[in-house]
C-alpha cells in the first residue's frame, strides 16, 4: 500500500457520470473504460458522447465491455463510435450455447476508467442511468452506489491490468481471424501483473507528452457532493482467475479478524462463504458490532432464495441485517473501526469471490474512512429496514424450501465446478 493518493467518494451515476465525462472532456492520450453493462440511454449516454468526442480529437479511446452485462451495441454507436474511431471489444461473448458452459461464468464484472494515465475510477457503478435497471425496469428512486475517483501511484497498477486485458482480447480477435503473426504481437505486449511484474505503460499513454495533472472536477449541482481527501495511502486490489484469485477475500477477512468495534458492510449480493461467516460471527463474539446494508428487492430467483438461509446464521449469530428500502441496492462498500475501507465492484457472493474479474480500492486513510463510516451509518439508520430472527424464521414454509433449494443448488453446482465455498 502507497501513500500520496487523492480520494473522492461519488455516490450514485449522478455524481459519476459527470466525473468521467469531464476527464474525458480533458484527455490528451488515452481513455480506457472497463464496464460490464453500458447502457446507451437516460444520463449514461453523456459518457457515451465524451468517448466519441475524445477519439475525434485523436484521443486513442478503448472500451471494453463484457459480453453479459452488454450483450449487444445499439446499431447506431456501433456506426458512431466506428465514425470516430472509438475502438471497443466485449469480453467473452456468449455463442450458441451461452452459460451453459461453466466456462462462460467468467465474467469481466469490474469497472475501471483511466484517462491518460492520471486519474482513474473504480467502484461499482455501471454505464446505466440511476433510475433504469435491468431486472427491475424503471426504478421510482435512484438506486445507491458508489465509485471512488483516485489520483496517485495505484492508477499505474489500474492501468497495467488494463492494458493486460486489453491487448489479450486483441490476441484472442487477431488468432480468430487467422492472424497468427499479429496474434503474437498483442501476447508479446502482456506482461504478468501484481507479485511478478510491473507492466509498462502503453506506449500512446507515455510518448513524452507533458499529459496534464488531475482534472478539476466539480459535481453536478443536482447530484449528491463528493466527499474526499488528499495524501491517502490506498491500494488497487484485484480478483482474477490467474495470479488474484483470492485477494479481495483475504484482505476482507484480515480486516475482519482485526476489527474490534465497528464494521459496516454495503453490499448487494450478499451470500457470504464459510470463511466470511465465521470471521463476522468471531467479530460479534468480541464484542463489534457488524451491520449489513443489503439489496432488498427480488431482482433473481438464485441470488435473492439462497441468501436467505445464510441471514438465518449470521441473524441468529447476532449480526444486524437492513434491507435498502427506497430503491435498488448495487453497492459494494465497507468500512471498519473508521480505519479501513474499501470501495470497488465486488459482491461478496460466489460469482464475484471465485469466477469474475472485480477491481476494489482499499485505503487505510482514517479520513476517508471516517467519511464512508457516516455516508453508511447515515444510509442504515435512515434508509434501512431491519431483519429480524424471527421474522425470517417464521415466514410460510413454502418460501424457506424455496431458500433452501436454492442454497443447496447452488452449493451443488460450486462442487461440480470443482470451488469450495
Known amino acids: 500500500m502507497k501513500g500520496g493518493h487523492q480520494l473522492v467518494l461519488l455516490q450514485n451515476g449522478a455524481a459519476l457520470f459527470p466525473a468521467l465525462v469531464a476527464a474525458m472532456d480533458a484527455a490528451r492520450s488515452v481513455v480506457h473504460l472497463e464496464t460490464y453493462i453500458f447502457e446507451f440511454a437516460g444520463s449514461a ?91 427491475l425496469g424503471r426504478l421510482l428512486a435512484p438506486r445507491l452506489d458508489f465509485s471512488l475517483r483516485v489520483a496517485g501511484p495505484l492508477v499505474d497498477d489500474m492501468v497495467e491490468t488494463m492494458d493486460q486485458l486489453w491487448w489479450r482480447l486483441q490476441a484472442v480477435r487477431k488468432a480468430r481471424q487467422r492472424e497468427f503473426g499479429a496474434a503474437w504481437q498483442a501476447l508479446r505486449s502482456t506482461r504478468p501483473v501484481g507479485d511478478f511484474s510491473r507492466l509498462l505503460a502503453t506506449f500512446e499513454a507515455r510518448t513524452g507528452l507533458d499529459l496534464p495533472g488531475v482534472a478539476a472536477f466539480d459535481a453536478d449541482e443536482t447530484g ?23 485477494d479481495i477475500e483475504r484482505a476482507y477477512l484480515k480486516a475482519i479478524g482485526e476489527a474490534r468495534h465497528d464494521i459496516v458492510i454495503a ?24 451491520r449489513l446494508l443489503l439489496q432488498g ?53 460466489p460469482l464475484s469471490l471465485l469466477l469474475a474479474r472485480e477491481a476494489n480500492v482499499m485505503t487505510t486513510d482514517r479520513r476517508f474512512a471516517a467519511l464512508l463510516h457516516d455516508c453508511l451509518d447515515s444510509l442504515v439508520t435512515r434508509s434501512g429496514q ?7 424464521s417464521q415466514r410460510p414454509w413454502h418460501q424457506r424450501v424455496l431458500d433452501r433449494i436454492a442454497f443447496g443448488t447452488m452449493r451443488v453446482v460450486l462442487f461440480i465446478t470443482g470451488h469450495r465455498y
Open 45 to 135: 449516454l453523456s459518457v457515451a458522447e465524451a468517448l466519441e468526442r475524445a477519439a475525434q480529437r485523436g484521443v486513442v479511446v478503448r472500451l471494453v465491455i463484457d459480453g453479459v452485462g452488454t450483450p449487444r451495441m445499439p446499431v447506431e454507436w456501433v456506426q458512431r463510435f466506428a465514425v470516430a474511431g472509438v475502438r471497443w471489444r466485449v469480453y467473452a461473448p456468449l455463442g450458441r450455447l451461452g452459460l451453459l458452459l461453466p466456462s462462460r461464468w467468467r465474467r469481466l464484472h469490474r469497472k475501471l476508467c483511466v484517462v491518460d494515465g492520471t486519474v482513474g475510477f473504480c467502484g461499482g457503478i455501471n454505464i446505466i442511468d440511476d433510475q433504469d435497471d435491468v431486472a
Open 224 to 246: 449528491p457532493a463528493p466527499l474526499g481527501v488528499d495524501g491517502a495511502r490506498a491500494a488497487l486490489l484485484l480478483r482474477d482467475n490467474v495470479s488474484h484469485r483470492h
Open 267 to 290: 453490499n448487494a449480493y450478499f451470500i457470504p462463504g464459510r470463511k466470511l461467516r465465521r470471521a463476522l460471527m468471531l467479530a460479534v463474539g468480541r464484542g463489534v458490532r457488524v
Open 297 to 349: 428487492k427480488y431482482e433473481h430467483f438464485f441470488q435473492y432464495r439462497a441468501a436467505r438461509p445464510v441471514y438465518q446464521i449470521l441473524l441468529n449469530a447476532g449480526i444486524e441485517i437492513h434491507e435498502y428500502a427506497p430503491s435498488a441496492l448495487h453497492a459494494k462498500v465497507a468500512v471498519l473501526d473508521r480505519r479501513w475501507a474499501t470501495v470497488g465492484s465486488t459482491n461478496l457472493d
Open 386 to 392: 431491519q431483519l429480524h430472527a424471527h421474522t425470517l
